[in-house]
């Protein structure tokens, strides 16, 4: 494995058929060549990731990601124009580029247009290694599956060294922006549906589509099912009024919180965020400390599921199903 900070590194392993770990602004990525089918093969190996739960590919503009779909509704368009580069993934009718092996064998593809800086240089030098100006990566989070996505390179490290090989490549590019992952909406039908909530919101999608989303939806997309994002230590969902009461010392209890919430004796606290969007960028790494100080419980006061809190709310219910 080769850490690396130069994004050509990145695509000439990309374009070998090789894996790269990749910085976004939401986490990082376990990336392979979308259109490789040993790559990508070898990337659900390597997060044992079942083969029925589909990918999102990552291109470089938004023409690229068309390429992918079959057929793309204006209201899609319209996400697209407004919120990319950025943490969004439109789940659209595939096109013959989309293969059973990232689709999950669904008749629908996730596309993204990222914004991280070094993963946008990667996407270019790759379209040009390749010839492909529509060439995608597809690139779940560069964790084991059901675990907690990275937002550091050392995190991908720590996760993922010991399957990664020394054709394989992890790209440092800082912590991420945002902390948790894009906002998933289908775009199949004749409103919009969100999948998975992130740092776009749903009132952001109804203030550019002019619709009202729906509320259902046929279509699996990653990150949605009752239980993910979970570290070794039980995560408990409490008020602060309930975390005031907590005062047993017999038990290694962490506490993740808005900093107005007090922390009890005995329990450690995690971290200390201000606002939604601080606690989303910092969500993560807490839950990754608690394992390595070793707690056996976290406690977790969520903040409020306005805007990106929703996102965060929506991750620690998932973290505390386990």
């Known amino acids: 494995m080769h850490r ?22 939401t986490v990082y990525g376990l990336g392979a060549r979308a259109d490789d089918p040993r790559a990508v093969a070898r990337m659900y190996a390597a997060k044992g990731r079942p083969a029925d739960h589909p ?20 209201y899609a368009r319209a996400l697209a124009d407004e919120h990319w580069p950025g943490p969004l993934t439109l789940v659209l009718v595939r096109s013959g580029r989309a293969g059973d ?9 996730g596309v993204r247009v990222p914004s991280h800086p070094l993963m946008r240089a990667t996407l270019d030098a790759l379209a040009e290694l390749t010839g492909d100006a529509a060439i995608g ?56 549906v969100i999948l998975r909530p992130g740092a776009v919101t749903a009132l952001q999608v109804e203030q ?26 039980t995560v408990e969902i409490l008020t ?18 808005l900093a107005d919430v007090p922390t009890p004796l005995n329990i450690v606290r995690l971290c200390a965020p201000e606002t939604a969007e601080d606690y989303a960028q910092v969500l993560y790494a807490a839950l990754r400390e608690a394992d ?31």
């Open 55 to 74: 990918v999102i590919v990552h291109v470089r503009d938004a023409q690229a990601a068309w390429a992918w779909a079959a057929d793309v509704p204006d």
């Open 137 to 192: 990566v597809a690139a779940p989070s560069a964790n084991r599956f059901g675990r907690v996505s990275p937002t550091t390179a050392d995190h991908v490290v720590e996760e993922l060294g010991e399957v990664l090989d020394e054709t394989d490549v992890v790209l440092d590019g800082g912590g991420s922006e945002v902390g948790v992952e894009s906002t998933i909406v289908d775009c199949t039908g004749p409103a919009p």
């Open 240 to 257: 602060a009024a309930q975390v005031a009461d907590e005062h047993d010392p017999t038990t290694r209890t962490g506490l993740l919180a």
């Open 4 to 25: 690396t900070s130069d994004s050509r590194d990145a695509a000439r392993a990309l374009a070998a058929g090789h894996l790269a770990a990749l910085p976004t602004e």
């Open 101 to 109: 092996n990232i689709t999950g064998g669904q008749g629908t593809v």
């Open 292 to 322: 390595d100080l070793e707690l056996t419980r976290v406690l977790v006061v969520p903040p409020d599921d306005a805007g990106i809190g929703a996102a965060v709310c929506d991750r620690i219910r998932r973290a505390a199903a386990r």
């Open 208 to 233: 550019v589509t002019g619709l009202t989303r729906a509320e259902r939806s046929d279509v699996r997309a990653p990150g949605t099912l009752a239980t993910h994002y979970a570290p070794s230590a």
